[in-house]
């Protein structure tokens, strides 16, 4: 009696192709192609977004916007949160580096003046996001602090990191004794929010802050003039309100 054969695996059907995966050589007519589709419905989308919210703006409403087909939409996007996904990316992708260069930079600071030129390297990286990707960075402002939802998910998860990686500078900050000791989570998160709040009202254009090319420097100044050790020496009266000196 000859040996039972094992039963046959089926065969393996390949992944669906990723939306993600260019047809084509690339920089050939179709790479090129679908890169003009992916721009138009980015922008398209882009602009009804920080005019309606993510919540107030559908893919109808982007397809129409940007004069395609519905079904143009699903050859290039699943879905509304991977349009999302894609406008976001060069801003992510410039922000965390940054982030990071400065928290290695900051690991290695002895004195003040390093510590200030750590922190102005991504103010810096800040400011370029802002001149190169200014509605990405305002759609951004204006959703991340909403509920990790729908197409607004990736807003939220690049605010964490930005807060984590913010939290994480201002302890690395802490090694040599460059700042008061407040605890890194309360004033990394602070400046997190101030910084944010400043960057809004540029982009939204509630107050005239002067040329955008100057934040770095203001910034800086701002945040690490309250958050250092201060130099040593007989420590100034405490003023009230009105100017007059108070109790020390």
Request: hydrophobic letters at 40%.
């Amino acid at each position: 009696m000859s040996p039972r054969k094992p039963p046959e695996r089926p065969a393996e059907r390949s992944p669906p192709a990723s939306t993600s995966q260019r047809p084509g050589p690339q920089g050939g007519v179709r790479d090129t192609n679908r890169r003009e589709r992916e721009k138009a419905l980015g922008d398209a989308a882009l602009q009804l977004f920080v005019a309606r919210g993510l919540d107030g703006v559908t893919i109808d409403d982007i397809t129409q916007a940007a004069g395609v087909a519905k079904g143009t939409f699903y050859r290039y996007f699943e879905d509304k949160a991977a349009l999302v996904d894609f406008l976001l990316e060069p801003v992510r992708r410039e922000l965390l580096q940054g982030l990071v260069a400065c928290g290695e930079a900051l690991e290695a600071a002895r004195d003040v003046e390093a510590m200030f030129e750590a922190y102005r390297a991504v103010a810096a990286v800040i400011a370029g996001a802002i001149l190169q990707h200014p509605g990405v960075v305002r759609l951004y402002l204006q959703e991340c602090r909403g509920p990790a939802l729908g197409a607004r998910v990736k807003l939220v998860e690049v605010a964490r990191l930005i807060s984590h990686h913010a939290v994480d500078m201002t302890r690395r900050a802490h090694t040599h004794g460059l700042l008061r000791p407040i605890r890194p989570s309360v004033s990394g998160l602070a400046v997190v929010g101030a910084v944010e709040r400043l960057l809004l009202a540029v982009l939204s254009e509630e107050e005239d802050v002067g040329n955008p090319l100057e934040l770095p420097d203001a910034l800086t100044t701002l945040i690490l003039d309250g958050l250092r050790v201060p130099p040593q020496g007989p420590r100034p009266a405490r003023r009230k309100l009105d100017g007059k000196p108070g109790r020390p």
